[in-house]
């Protein structure tokens, strides 16, 4: 007996993904190695608690999976706790959150207009219906996250944690002086380091780890594992923390996504693991910089980072219509708002584009160089449907020259 109708689907999606240019900053091809771990017999396992106390029996090798992941994260990114059984990163938060805090307290992180994420405080989310939320962003001239600022409304507004993360930031994060200013007015600081925490472990970007109390991560983008997160913690949090996750907000770990974080934590521990985030850096600039050429507005100028931010104000479209024109074409972006946009979430003035899918598909930057013309053309033509399927043939040429997982050959799953 075999469910055709899915089957069906799953191969159309590997086909969708082979065949476009995937430019989501959160996205990322795991290795099948991960991907294999993530399909295992752990999947059949219940193994409420943590390794050596838990509520259920035959838990023996799910500790062993979940103890691996463990000691990894903590050498990887040199903390003195880890728990890794966070389903993704909207839950971690939560978790940090209800370990350092009381209800009502009050939170300084990141506005979701200027790159944060929900779970910073935003209206809508848990985060902003719990506790106080007061924002930092970026400056209108720069772009750029001001830390003077950022320290001046800290003192007035005396919060009892400070969030240093975001999710759509194209610049390096100063968590240095975010701890300096953390321990100026008392607060905790939690680092929400879900997009470049691969790049923290490849060298490419300054790690949190010496100024956090707390730091969250999802496992899925830079880091290229399984869809899920951990959380990292000085000792005095370690307890609060996994009494926070677990039995605080969830109940069984997933073992098996557990396992593929160990999986991942060990091939992020390789060598090739920061050519691979250096080349991510690098082929963001070479996209940054193409764009630029072709006339595009880059929010802060261009990039530290995987990612893009592009203001597509001056260029006669929205961010929406230059998605859907970018997916005609066989390029995959998401809509973004720019910090002070005058549109809605809906229908915003940018588009974000980041580079470790790409990069993982072995893109360089000369590839960037056309991808950038090819984002260009679309744009320039984003009303002429044949011009947008003349670029999609170019695009399925590219994918072509770089199989997604070419151990598998051409029809793999
Ligand atoms: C992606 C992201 C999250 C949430 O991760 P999910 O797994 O989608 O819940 C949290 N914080 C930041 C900064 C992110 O970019």
Known sequence: MHDIELIRVL????????????????ENYASLAVLQACSSVLSN??????????????????????????????????????????????PANMAAYFALLKKGDKILSMDLAHGGHLTHGSKVNFSGKLWRIVHYGVSKETGKINMNSVRRIALKE????????????????????FGNIAKEVGAYLLTDIAHIAGLIVGGQ??????????????????LRGPRGAMIMCKREHAKAIDKAVFPGIQGGPLDNIIAAKAVALFEASQPEFKEYSEQI?????????????????LVSGGTDNHLILVDLSNKGLTGKEASIALEKAGIIVNMNMVPYDTRTPFNPSGIRLGTPALTTRGFKEEDMSLV??????????????????????EVRKICKEHPLYPQLGRHGI
């Not at 969708?16 to 900053?25: E, H, K, M, S, V």
């Not at 005396?158 to 002086?177: E, M, N, Q």
Request: charged share 20%.
């Open 11 to 26: 191969y159309a999606e590997v086909g969708r993904q082979q065949n476009t240019i995937n430019l989501i900053a959160s």
């Open 45 to 90: 396992k219940y193994s409420e608690g943590y390794p050596g106390k838990r509520y259920y029996a035959g838990n023996k090798y799910a500790d062993e999976a979940e103890n691996l992941a463990i000691t990894r994260a903590k050498k990887l990114f040199k903390v003195d706790h880890a728990n890794v059984q966070p389903h993704a990163g909207s």
């Open 158 to 177: 005396r919060p009892k944690l400070i969030v240093a993360g975001a999710t759509a930031y194209p610049r390096a994060i100063d968590f240095k002086s």
């Open 205 to 222: 970007h300054q790690s949190p780890a010496p100024y956090a109390d707390v730091i969250t991560t999802t496992t899925h983008k830079t």
């Open 281 to 297: 850096v690098k082929n963001a600039k070479a996209l940054a910089d193409n764009l630029i050429k072709n006339g595009f507005s």
């Open 372 to 393: 950038g013309d090819l984002i260009s053309l679309a744009i320039e033509n984003w009303q002429d449907g044949s011009h947008l399927q003349r670029i999609e043939g």
